[in-house]
Every structure is written in C-alpha cells, then in structure tokens.
C-alpha cells in the first residue's frame, strides 16, 4: 500500500498540466504514492457530484477537490493539489506535517491579488484565505474531514468549503510556503528550488504565459511527456 495518495484536479483544457504535475511529483518522491485525477465529469455521471455550474468557477475541480476525503474512503493521510504545479521536492518530506488532532494541513498563505483576469480569461476573484485549498493534506479520518460528505460538498458555499470552515481553526495545520509556492507572488529562494511551485495565474502551457519562473523546467517536462506539446 503506498505511503500517500495524491489526487490532482484534473481539466479537460489542460491535461498536459495534471501529466507535468503527476510526472514531476512522481520523479522526486522517495516513499511509494499513489496518483489520482479528479475528474469532475465521473463524479457528475456517477450522480455523486450535483452542483449547478458556478459562474466563478475558473476549474472543473474548484468544488470537486473537496471529494479528497471522500475518494480515500475517509482513511489515512491523503494529499490534494491543483493541476497547475511543478514539483522540485520529495513528498515524503510532507508526512512530518501530520498530525492526528488536525484534519488538515496547508499553506496558509496570505494572498492578495488584484481583481482582473488570470490564465485562460477567467475573473481573479479574492477572498480570505485564497489558495489555502489549492493544497491540502488531509487527515481523511479526522471527525471535521468526515464532515465533508457528498451531501455537504454539493450544498455549502464556496467560502464555507474554500475558508477551511468546516474544521476548527487550532484544526488547521500549517506547511511551509515552499510547497505552494505562488508564481508571481511568491519570493524566490537565495539557493535551489521551491519544493512545489504553483502557477496560480497561468502557466507554460499557455502560449501568453511564457515568460513566468521555472517555465523551461516545465516545458522540458511536457515535452518528455509530449514530443508534440506547443503552448495554446
């Protein structure tokens, strides 16, 4: 059995993304993980998943994601992230951030984007405590994750589920910036590399969002995994 599952919000406009994500983590891990998409369509056809479509919603996996615990049948330790990250660290270094009185840990990022447009002209919205969700360990077994059932997920707002609302706040662990690292916002380290980083407003795979850091470590990894890979 592996030693962490891992699911990714998978999109159907940006596959090659969730494969750089899978691909890059994959290589850099030293514990056995396992990898998962979150595909918003299954669970649509399953009828598991039976939110109206929000307007706001700049993913398929923006409400989604929240099935982690759900998925991993509310058991062990399992980690969610966004398709838009490069992975430069070892995930086994995440497992010291367990803690079995949390039921789940993050960045906690205090992040502030000016309202516009990001990536594929999606509305930058801000709200407290943005991006904390792009990037969570969950104890999936913790009373507060076990709140997060298919019927609560489909019905709460997304400041309920996106805030962390359903877990006390001394129930909120916390990860080091270097795993949710914030193209573009984020500071750079002196010396090597962020262990994840996050292009939160757009990435290499966008053909307007080149000049963005780490973009040739990306593109060098989609086009191991594509030869045919070009920017849209």
């Known amino acids: 059995m592996a030693e962490l599952s891992v699911y990714i919000g998978w999109d159907s406009r940006e596959d090659i993304a969730y494969e750089v994500a899978k691909a890059s983590l994959l290589e850099h891990a030293s514990i056995d993980v396992d990898v998962f998409p979150i595909k918003l369509q299954e669970l649509v056809e399953q009828g598991i998943y039976t939110r109206p479509v929000d307007p706001l919603a700049s993913t398929e996996?923006?409400?989604?994601r929240f099935f982690t615990p759900w998925l991993a049948?509310?058991?062990g330790w399992a980690l969610f992230c966004d398709c838009d990250f490069l992975f430069f660290g070892d995930v086994a270094d995440l497992?010291?951030?367990r803690d079995e009185d949390q039921?789940?840990?993050c960045v906690h990022h205090d992040y502030t984007p000016k309202e516009g447009?990001?990536?594929d002209g999606k509305i930058q919205t801000s709200y407290p405590r943005k991006n904390?969700?792009?990037f969570m360990l969950f104890n999936c077994g913790h009373p507060s994750t076990r709140k997060l059932t298919p019927q609560l997920i489909n019905a709460e707002t997304g400041a309920f589920l996106h805030r962390l609302q359903w877990a006390d706040d001394r129930e909120i662990g916390e990860i080091p910036e270097e795993w949710n690292w914030l193209e573009g916002w984020s500071s750079k380290p002196s010396t090597g590399y962020p262990k994840g980083?996050?292009?939160t407003n757009g990435g290499p795979w966008f053909s307007n969002w080149q000049d963005v850091e780490y973009a040739q470590q990306w593109l060098d990894k989609a086009l191991?995994?594509?030869p045919n890979f070009a920017p849209v």
């Open 132 to 134: 904390w969700s792009s």
């Open 103 to 105: 039921a789940v840990a």
């Open 117 to 119: 447009v990001k990536m």
């Open 224 to 226: 191991t995994i594509d």
């Open 197 to 199: 980083v996050h292009y």
């Open 73 to 75: 049948d509310y058991s």
């Open 95 to 97: 497992l010291q951030y």
């Open 61 to 64: 996996f923006t409400y989604s």
